[in-house]
């Protein structure tokens, strides 16, 4: 599924492409790799020329822009966080629930790992959802 120039990434990509967001939307400036494996020790498990080459994969699928500041290679998203998660969750009840919404939203409130305030924030935006309509 393709909407918009934005196309499902593999895990470890998004998982890269998550750091660089997260870092850029913390307001840094210079996102290189070696940062993205500094800020986000979950990617230690990988080596830099790993997170070279998923980077590089990244900007071939127009996710990033890459610029050459010195010695340094620098990333900055061009696709949105907010409009990749709105992409995946249409890709996700398209093809995990078959578009039914009522499903998902039935696993949703069914979960046992749910709090009586996560409950109560649900309702809110059920209550917000209503009288927007």
């Not at 750091?19 to 400036?29: D, F, S, T």
């Not at 990617?43 to 340094?72: H, M, W």
Request: glycine residues 4%.
């Amino acid at each position: 599924m393709e909407e918009n120039g934005i196309i499902k990434l593999p895990a470890s990509e998004l998982e890269i492409m998550q750091a660089i967001w997260l870092l850029h939307e913390e307001g840094e400036k210079f996102i290189t790799a070696s940062l993205v494996m500094k800020r986000c020790p979950a990617l230690n498990r990988l080596k830099l020329t790993t997170v070279l080459t998923l980077i590089t994969r990244l900007q071939t699928k127009g996710f990033i822009v890459t610029e050459k500041l010195g010695r340094s290679n620098c990333y900055t998203p061009i696709i949105d966080s907010a409009d990749y998660r709105k992409f995946a969750y249409a890709d996700f009840v398209e093809h995990v629930y078959r578009d039914n919404r009522l499903d998902l939203a039935s696993a949703l409130i069914g979960d046992e790992n749910l709090t009586k305030e996560d409950l109560e924030a649900i309702k809110a935006l059920v209550e917000k959802a209503e009288a927007a309509k």
